[in-house]
């Protein structure tokens, strides 16, 4: 039961950034051609929040979270924990209850250690998750991955909870 | 360590022919800071205007960055350089060995339209001669007058230690200054404000030079996913150099610019592949489940040093490019990555992770004898001058990320860089022609 309250939640969210995502899509260049965009993809939902590079490229932030919820990781690490399985499985039930939505992962680092040995670590952290929704169910097709590494932080203090934020794996809406 | 002669005694000529003058004295290793030298303002023999000052401000960086000189005070300096005389005939060597120089550097300059003539010559002040090994002529535009300054700086090297000096060179770097997202720059030893070269509107990193020194691979994001790219230095017209759609993190060119190991990213599982000069597969260099990234070629093109997370960790190992066992070099610590091997053969640097910091080692090319060269703030990402006697790397000592040289043993020690902005992944050029 809780569980379909917080579904709903996610989808009144998705509607309420309608408007803003179609504005942002007017702007910014498209996602690319990641695996997951798939041609007559919805108006104004394709793009939402933007990928994390759109995003500074419009001098913005990269998003924290979203409908689909960050999941976080230890350093220099990318196995998951229980929380981070809590909140794949919620991802989960979002991604059966809207199936032609597909998705691309951003696996992410903190800014501590290298910057080619961190992309290929957010690329592990990325693959986790996919790994992890295949399992439960979701085809392979709907999920791409990329990997940021340390060049897209959400925060900037050389703090514990700060590099903490970091270490994630953002999940980006890319059509329905 | 300290007070090592790294290169010859040269007070009897063993270096030089001894029939000719030679600078008398010992050179120890860079930062040591010994070896006493007065460098004059070029005189102006006609139309030269600033630019003797501006030579002879470079070639004294230069000679201060390499560690080997104490740079004696223009204020004691004991000749005007615009009323002396520039032959050891008509110089006061009496008085230079009064304040201390052991070596004096003097020369003319003339400028007629946009032509430039430098004469410069160095001074064995002891011996009250001039080394004719080091002595030059150059012609060339106003705009090449650093670079003549440079190239004195590495034939004064060159003649003093045995091995030219590196200054005639450029070093490419990662920095999001000027408001951008990330782009290549471009670092000389004559300017504080690097030139920027690519516009990529995106991340870029992972510059490498070509060994011919003409062009610059790199990775952007300019396609959604990162790959690479190569840009060409005369034109800046950029092409992709490898093709397909499996992301790439980074590559490097074998020494004779025939092959390329790069890093590829299949699907999470990051793992070096050797690739022919058009980027087509010779060979998976590396199949593991584990993170491989950021190989590095041995100088004679046969072995290769790269960091893989095999042992649970990141750690650094070496392997022959055509196959064979892996070999780990690094023994302390509990991660270290991005090695670099030097062009001379001998050294291996790399990042190693101490105390929550980031710090850089050097270890000779069998891992033996590690040196932690760094202990100010964070430093990453080493990269190797052309002639393998200092290294380059990105440093938070002062704040935010600037680059920073120092010799491989890590006593002299200079930030090149500053700023608001993070410069990151230096890579040095070869010497320019």
Redesign the interface.
């Known amino acids: 039961m809780s569980r379909a309250v917080r579904t709903w939640t996610a989808i009144g969210a998705a509607l309420l950034l309608l408007p803003l995502a179609g504005a942002c899509k007017k702007k910014g260049p498209q ?4 695996a997951g965009a798939g041609a007559g993809a919805g108006l104004g939902e394709e793009g939402l929040g933007g ?1 994390s ?1 759109e995003r ?2 419009r001098g913005l932030a990269p998003e924290e979270d979203g409908i689909l919820k960050d999941v976080h990781f230890a350093f ?1 690490k990318y196995d998951l924990d229980s929380e981070a399985r809590a909140i794949l499985d919620r991802n989960a039930d979002w991604l059966r209850q809207n199936s032609r939505a597909k998705i691309e992962l951003e696996g992410h680092c903190d800014d ?6 961190n ?3 957010g ?2 952290r ?3 998750v ?1 790994d992890y929704l295949v399992g439960l169910g979701i085809e392979a097709e709907r999920i791409s ?4 590494g340390e ?2 932080p959400l925060c900037r203090e050389e703090t514990e909870s700060c590099w903490a934020r970091n270490r994630r794996v953002h999940a980006v809406i890319l059509g329905k | 360590m300290r007070g090592r002669v790294v290169a010859f005694v040269l007070t009897f000529g063993l270096v030089a022919a001894p029939a000719r003058a030679v600078v008398t004295g010992e050179i120890y290793g860079p930062g040591s800071e010994s070896f006493r030298i007065a460098v004059s303002p070029l005189k102006d023999l006609g139309g030269g205007g600033t630019l003797g000052a501006e030579f002879a401000r470079i070639l004294s960086r230069d000679l201060e960055l390499s560690g080997y000189f104490k740079l004696l005070d223009p204020k004691t300096f004991v000749e005007d350089p615009q009323t002396s005389g520039i032959t050891a005939d008509a110089i006061d060597f009496t008085g230079w060995a009064a304040i201390g120089a052991q070596a004096l550097v003097k020369g003319g300059v003339s400028a007629h339209g946009p032509g430039v003539t430098v004469e410069v010559r160095l001074f064995d002040v002891p011996a009250r001669k001039d080394v004719p090994q080091v002595g030059r002529r150059f012609t060339g535009g106003r705009a090449d007058v650093p670079r003549m300054a440079h190239k004195t700086a590495d034939a004064i090297l060159a003649y003093l230690t045995g091995e030219p000096g590196p200054f005639d060179s450029a070093i490419a770097f990662v920095s999001n200054r000027g408001g951008r997202l990330k782009d290549i720059y471009l670092l000389t030893f004559d300017r504080e404000d690097p030139v920027r070269l690519t516009d990529e509107r995106s991340i870029v990193g992972a510059p490498e030079w070509r060994p011919d020194g003409r062009a610059l691979l790199f990775r952007s994001y300019r396609e959604h996913f990162p790959y690479l790219y190569e840009i060409d230095l005369g034109s800046h017209q950029v092409r992709k150099l490898v093709p397909g759609p499996v992301p790439v993190l980074n590559g490097a060119w074998s020494p004779d610019g025939s092959r390329l190991l790069v890093t590829r990213d299949r699907g999470g599982d990051a793992n070096i592949d050797l690739l022919d000069r058009a980027g087509g597969l010779l060979r998976h260099v590396t199949d593991h489940w584990a993170i491989d990234v950021s190989p590095s070629w041995s100088p004679d093109g046969r072995h290769f040093v790269f960091c893989s997370s095999r042992t649970g960790a990141p750690q650094i190992y070496v392997g022959d490019v055509d196959g064979g066992p892996l070999r780990r070099i690094s023994t302390t610590g509990s991660y270290n990555t991005s090695p670099a091997w030097s062009p001379k053969g001998d050294h291996i640097a790399y990042t190693t992770r101490t105390g929550g910091a980031f710090q850089i080692v050097v270890v000779d090319a069998d891992g033996a004898n590690p040196h932690v060269i760094t202990s100010a703030g964070s430093n990453e990402d080493p990269a190797w001058s052309p002639d393998g006697r200092y290294l380059v790397f990105s440093s938070t000592r002062g704040g935010r990320h600037h680059l920073v040289m120092a010799d491989r043993d890590g006593r002299s020690q200079h930030e090149l860089t500053r700023g608001a902005a993070d410069d990151t992944s230096p890579a040095w050029s070869p010497r320019r022609e």
């Open positions: 996602p690319g051609a990641g990928s590079l500074a490229r220099d501590r250690g290298t910057i080619e040995y992309l290929a670590l690329a592990k990325a693959k986790a996919k991955t990329i990997s940021y060049e897209l």
